[in-house]
């Protein structure tokens, strides 16, 4: 039999212009372009960010689509040898997590570094906040010692300090509102006096924030320290400020290897993070970090968090930190650097070991896939129909025992072809067997003048235990019996058979379904074996005395809805044992337990006889459809016709099974008194 050919696989090309997604995906693709050529001349409108985001979405679903659509094309194609997937194996099992503790170990670097930025910076930061702290407190001092100085001692202090800081500002605010001023105060103006926030505190030490004109957002910092003259401030209080600008930036650079970019005042992380890297002129993604600085509102003493962005250069921040240790190998080489190099040369015979992996690898996949491409080959023969074909591979590994199993196999292909056969055989017989059954069940409905009555019997399997029968008494008297044989299959259909032997003689025999049942019992004990059981209820509905008798052995109980009766349906269960068991005492027992009920019909009751596969009807969650619900039914629609009625339960169950599998048989019998008040009318006149 020749193999079909193949569908047609659309190339990329086909799915980039001829479907859908792929169109979706150049539009969108277009129009980010043009969004971001429209993002370097200037802000986009609020329109057109609607439509970026818009399309930035299109563009995301696309090519989730486009990429799964390739990658369904592309594994159709290049997976269907054995040997590319054993070579996108060995790319999968070594390369790529090569490669992916490759970046893990380049990312854990960068997250170090970026954090050791952060701290070098702080440090140097903090050494400025020192700094200026050291020339107030001994400005304080002096004019403390030395009152009538002051002027000179600020001028002093300020032509030592602007040879390290050039813009410095230092002022002594007298106590009668004078203020001894050096330096220019180009960043902030002199403060008048001491803010009421500082009344308790000797001094401060800390940065304020100055907004940057035409940058929302964005400040500039000074460091500004506080000292107060004498016991108290009571000798007025000397102030320092030290702006950040790009000398004194220049020189923390030099000292910890971090550039300050920029300061964002009140925003969230997320803006500082995407502003920030907008700003910053480096290409590395890795070369950036944040970090935060307590600023202070001079007027009001209120504390903020101003994130700073920072940049650095690997390079230079490794060459900063390696300085530190001072350990110099050989002449030239630092203990640093040798380790970097060491570092180098295991990554190039990680390389190196990685390639000869692959290409082994590569190698093995050959041999392997030869073994297989014979396999394959005698697997064509087979499925065109020649069992003689052998394969021949000498190899002496699990491929070669594979393949004499092959051979082997194809010798036993006609014994698996007549195992067949008799197993379709055997369905052919359980159908028949199925008919068999099914033909001794009821057939056509049964016509009984004053009682609609309507069944249904649906096996588990193609022959099921459940058994359902009328037996007409009189004409104003019927039998009815409902049975469950345990288990299921072919025995259960003979064990039924032969019970509607049995109980089609006694029921011309027996009048009282007591003793019908106790007559069953002894008879039919002695035919089942040890591990079957049956389960009936036989009743006689007698519409001349208006009643209806029942014995139950072992059954599931019998529904009765009265009409007009408000108490709805009710699930009558008198006493009785399962027929058919084998046990020392069990006739005694059995003729002991069982019950006899009686009840009085009217026009419109309705009767329910059933088994158990009705009532354990599961759903995919294993809940039980219940004789509760069961009853409800009844109750709500017993104004229906016997019919309707069976309708209606057969698809409140169907609804509550769902997909689940059918596990039991069910059988229900449904019966409705339609002329028994009439007729015990006629009778009463």
């Not at 001349?41 to 689509?65: F, K, N």
């Not at 380049?106 to 570094?113: D, I």
């Not at 050039?166 to 001894?180: C, E, K, M, R, T």
């Not at 769902?658 to 009778?683: F, N, P, S």
């Amino acid at each position: 039999m020749p193999r079909p050919a193949a569908a047609p696989q659309p190339t990329a090309r086909a799915l980039l212009l001829h479907s859908w997604p792929g169109r979706v995906f150049l539009v969108a693709a277009v129009l980010k372009f043009v969004f971001a050529i429209w993002r370097l001349a200037g802000d986009l409108p609020a329109a057109a960010r609607v439509v970026s985001g818009a399309a930035t979405i299109a563009l995301a679903v696309a090519l989730v689509i486009f990429v799964w659509r390739l990658f369904v094309q592309a594994k159709r194609r290049l997976l269907w040898r054995v040997r590319r997937k054993l070579i996108i194996s060995y790319i999968f099992i070594g390369v790529i997590p090569s490669l992916l503790i490759l970046v893990f170990f380049l990312f854990t670097g960068s997250l170090v570094f970026m954090n050791v930025s952060a701290y070098l910076f702080r440090d140097g930061y903090e050494k400025v906040i020192e700094d200026a702290r050291l020339a107030a407190q001994a400005a304080a001092t002096e004019i403390a010692r030395a009152p009538g100085r002051a002027n000179e001692t600020i001028e002093r202090v300020h032509r030592i300090r602007s040879e390290t800081y050039p813009d410095v500002s230092v002022a002594y605010l007298a106590p009668s509102g004078a203020a001894a001023l050096a330096g220019k105060w180009k960043a902030l103006p002199v403060p008048e006096s001491v803010p009421p926030w500082l009344a308790a505190r000797d001094n401060f030490q800390g940065s304020i924030g100055v907004p940057v004109k035409d940058s929302p957002g964005e400040e500039d910092l000074i460091v500004r320290c506080l000292v107060k003259v004498g016991p108290g401030g009571s000798g007025g209080a000397v102030v320092v400020d030290i702006p950040l600008d790009a000398q004194v930036l220049h020189q923390v650079y030099l000292a910890t290897g971090v550039r300050l970019q920029n300061v964002y005042g009140a925003m969230d992380d997320e803006t500082v993070a995407t502003r920030g890297s907008q700003g910053t002129r480096s290409a590395a993604f890795f070369e950036n970090s944040l970090a935060s600085v307590d600023v202070t509102d001079w007027k009001s003493g209120v504390v903020h968090h101003d994130m700073l962005v920072l940049g650095y250069r690997l390079r230079e921040l490794y060459a900063h930190l390696s300085s530190a240790s001072g350990i110099v190998v050989r002449q030239g080489v630092t203990l640093s650097q040798a380790l970097m190099l060491f570092l180098i040369l295991l990554g190039v015979l990680f390389l190196v070991i990685e390639a000869a992996a692959l290409t082994m690898g590569l190698a093995l996949a050959r041999s392997i896939t030869s073994s297989v491409h014979e396999l394959f080959t005698g697997t064509e023969r087979v499925r065109q129909g020649d069992f003689t074909h052998r394969i021949n591979i000498d190899s002496r590994d699990q491929l070669g025992e594979l393949a004499e199993s092959f051979n082997q196999m194809t010798g036993s292909i006609e014994n698996l072809l007549q195992t067949a056969a008799e197993k379709k055989r055997l369905e052919e017989e359980l159908r028949i067997a199925r008919q068999i059954q099914m033909s001794l069940l009821p057939r056509g409905p049964l016509e009984f003048p004053g009682l609609a009555i309507t069944a249904l019997c649906v096996p588990a399997r193609e022959v099921g235990g459940d058994y359902y029968d009328f037996f007409p008494l009189g004409p104003h008297r019927l039998g009815v019996l409902i049975a469950d044989v345990s288990g299921k299959g072919t025995s259960a259909a003979l064990y039924m058979a032969e019970l509607k032997g049995l109980v089609l003689s006694l029921s011309q025999i027996y009048q009282s379904p007591r003793q019908l049942l106790i007559e069953v019992n002894r008879i039919i004990s002695d035919n089942l074996d040890t591990r079957s059981f049956i389960t009936m209820t036989y009743a006689v509905i007698d519409l001349e005395a208006f009643t209806l008798t029942f014995a139950r052995a072992g059954h599931t109980p019998l529904v009765f809805l009265k009409d007009g009766d408000g108490r709805g349906a009710q699930s009558l269960a008198p006493n009785g044992l399962v027929v058919g068991l084998r046990i020392p005492g069990a006739q005694d027992k059995f003729t002991e337990l069982l019950e006899e009920h009686r009840i009085e019909l009217a026009r419109g009751d309705v009767i329910a006889m059933y088994t158990d596969g009705i009532t354990e009807a599961m759903n995919l969650r294993s809940d039980l459809f219940g004789d509760a619900r069961l009853n409800r039914l009844i109750a709500e629609h017993g104004h229906l016709d016997a019919a309707d009625l069976r309708e209606r339960i057969l698809r409140e169950i169907e609804s509550f099974v769902g997909h689940a599998d059918q596990h039991d048989d069910m059988t229900m019998i449904l019966m409705k008194v339609e002329a028994a008040a009439a007729a015990r009318e006629r009778v009463a006149v």
